[in-house]
């Protein structure tokens, strides 16, 4: 679409004689006030997404000219491309959405959800009557009122899950806790497999001594694994839901690490590490984009055709053909040694990237 410019050679935004279509001071382009609905809504969709000639100019080095791009970049030509961060955090999103796309289906029963706040339900009577015992020490007291806090909680949680439904509460919800009172009043040999919520397990925890309580760190997993169990969702679909919203993040912390990798393994090339890590971004930017275009040409294969894994296997060895191709442009190395250091890095970074993983799951299973 045709661009109107103003005759006027002053910049409408800081007043600066202007000696061409932009402002040498501020960068505003001297174009009319006045513009039509469709000029407005192209400069909006322009600047918002970037699909001006920026983008498309950043796509052909980026899929067909490995290393290029870097080169550009810290050779100072970076007004025709799109910024490396802009472009990774515009692609990583659709990788990500096509990559985690399901339909995610609530598998809880109503018989389980009534189920769980029958034993909600009679685990607040039994606190409740624990609390007004004068018998009981301090430190116990502190642990039922904890107790108390949390029951209340989920109770609160599955009364608005299940607002739509009828509930009925029958008395053997209570009844069947009754058996955790005789146990904190008399018996010292406490069997946790009897404890059914989170609540009841601190109550456990309140009968035992001071040195046979778990630690802080022990408690929370034991109210993670109850939280896992109550919840309408799968322990599978809990993780696997929380795991899509951290792999993002930590795929965006890795591209320092892999950097760091860079720098290591190519010191000899004396170059600082923001090169190193304008090459991580692109890099990614051509694996994400690159697999993603892949994801969709599987989507548009007919499933009788079963040739999945062939199309994967061969992107495979198209990453693997970009990365030796760009890492020779960039380091400027000769065949032998780009490959030794691509050997280097692959095992380097593999071991990165799997801690990281243990780490998120691990993250995800015990916090998120």
């Not at 000639?53 to 490995?66: A, D, G, S, V």
């Not at 001071?210 to 408690?219: A, C, L, S, Y």
């Amino acid at each position: 679409m045709k661009k109107h410019y103003r005759k006027e050679n002053d910049c409408l935004n800081c007043g600066a004689e202007l000696k061409g279509k932009f402002c040498y001071v501020c960068g505003q382009e001297n174009l009319q006030i006045k513009e039509s609905f469709g000029h407005m809504m192209n400069h909006a969709i322009s600047d918002y997404f970037h699909f001006d000639h920026q983008f498309f100019h950043t796509l052909k080095p980026l899929l067909f000219k490995p290393g290029k791009l870097t080169i550009d970049y810290m050779a100072g030509k970076r007004v025709q491309y799109l910024h490396p961060v802009k472009m990774y955090i515009f692609i990583s999103l659709i990788f990500f959405l096509l990559l985690f796309k399901s339909n995610d289906e609530n598998t809880a029963t109503h018989e389980g959800k009534s189920k769980h706040k029958k034993e909600l339900a009679g685990d607040q009577k039994l606190l409740d009557s624990l609390a007004k015992d004068p018998h009981i020490s301090k430190t116990n007291k502190d642990l039922i009122l904890l107790a108390q806090q949390e029951n209340d909680k989920e109770l609160k949680a599955a009364e608005n899950k299940s607002q739509n439904t009828k509930n009925i509460i029958d008395v053997k919800g209570h009844k069947a806790h009754q058996n955790q009172l005789d146990l904190f009043e008399n018996d010292e040999d406490v069997n946790r497999s009897k404890d059914t919520t989170y609540a009841m397990y601190l109550i456990t925890q309140a009968k035992l001594p001071d040195e046979k309580r778990d630690n802080f760190f022990v408690r929370h997993v034991h109210k993670r694994q109850y939280e896992l169990n109550t919840s309408d969702k799968s322990i599978e679909e809990t993780l696997v839901e929380g795991i899509k919203h951290a792999a993002p993040k930590m795929m965006f912390l890795l591209l320092p690490l892999f950097a760091l990798l860079l720098k290591i393994a190519f010191w000899k090339n004396r170059k600082f590490y923001v090169e190193h890590l304008i090459y991580s971004f692109h890099f990614h930017c051509f694996v994400f984009l690159f697999w993603s275009i892949i994801m969709l040409f599987n989507l548009a294969i007919p499933n009788g055709w079963h040739i999945d894994d062939y199309v994967s296997f061969a992107a495979f060895l198209v990453v693997i053909w970009y990365s030796y191709k760009s890492l020779r442009a960039v380091y400027n190395r000769s065949s032998g040694r780009t490959i030794t250091k691509m050997v280097g890095l692959f095992f380097s970074y593999s071991f990165v990237l799997a801690i990281c993983l243990f780490l998120m799951v691990m993250t995800v299973a015990l916090f998120d």
